[in-house]
């Protein structure tokens, strides 16, 4: 696997909280996504980086907020979680964005109870 | 949404036969690419075809692309029961974004 951390790979938490998911990369690219993915719907874009404090919504990006201070993190954030939040929630990175190929992190399991 | 389809949504075949599964598309694009994901697992890249490319070939893995249709075919030959997972297609147009599609789960039978 290409150096993708993300933590932690499971988490409950209750309705209204604050969530903060972190992607930790050790390859230096330049673009970081944060996809969900539910049944029937596929992975669905959250929010992308593609440099340091360069951020951009993705199509899903209602209730979720994102931070790049370093090249090699990328935090994702919900601010108050609702059960439509519910999701397996992954971090890619790639060099040179979709002209090069995605290399994803194992995924975190959010349960919103 | 541009997202795209995967087609057919599930696939079981022998060990030995050959899988075939489809990719549709919304908007123009730069390439398209493929992606596997075991269960439980990340996505893992498997092939890419630029829009100026109409096959592609890597392995067992055949990639065909028409941008007239908007859409991509992914041939697996010989399929092994070790290929038992979900593909995904990912079209990347403008935007830095990929979008993928719904994914077609495939079963290989030992």
């Known amino acids: 696997d290409a150096g993708i951390t993300q933590s932690p790979r499971h988490k409950v938490t209750e309705t209204g909280t604050p969530v903060t998911l972190r992607c930790h990369q050790t390859e230096n690219h330049r673009y970081m996504y944060w996809y969900r993915q539910d049944p029937g719907h596929g992975l669905r874009l959250i929010h992308y980086?593609?440099?340091?404090?360069?951020?951009d919504k993705g199509e899903v990006s209602d209730g979720y907020s994102v931070s790049r201070s370093k090249t090699e993190d990328f935090l994702l954030t919900l601010e108050s979680a609702t059960s439509s939040q519910t999701s397996v929630y992954f971090c890619?990175?790639?060099?040179?964005?979709?002209?090069?190929?995605?290399?994803f992190g194992q995924g975190t399991r959010l349960t919103v109870v | 949404s541009q997202q795209g389809e995967e087609d057919p949504q599930a696939l079981s075949i022998q060990e030995g036969e050959n899988a075939t599964m489809n990719c549709s598309y919304k908007?123009?694009?730069?390439?398209l690419q493929w992606y596997r994901q075991n269960s439980g697992r990340g996505l893992v890249h498997l092939i890419l075809i630029r829009s100026n490319e109409r096959e592609k070939h890597s392995g067992r893995l055949r990639v065909t692309l028409d941008t007239s249709k908007k859409s991509s075919s992914l041939l697996i030959t010989a399929s092994r029961a070790a290929d038992t997972a979900s593909y995904f297609c990912a079209s990347y147009g403008t935007g830095n974004q990929f979008y993928f599609g719904t994914g077609t789960s495939l079963t290989v039978i030992p």
């Open positions: 908007t123009s694009i730069n390439n």
């Open positions: 890619a990175i790639s060099e040179w964005g979709g002209n090069t190929e995605a290399f």
């Open positions: 980086s593609y440099g340091v404090k360069d951020t």
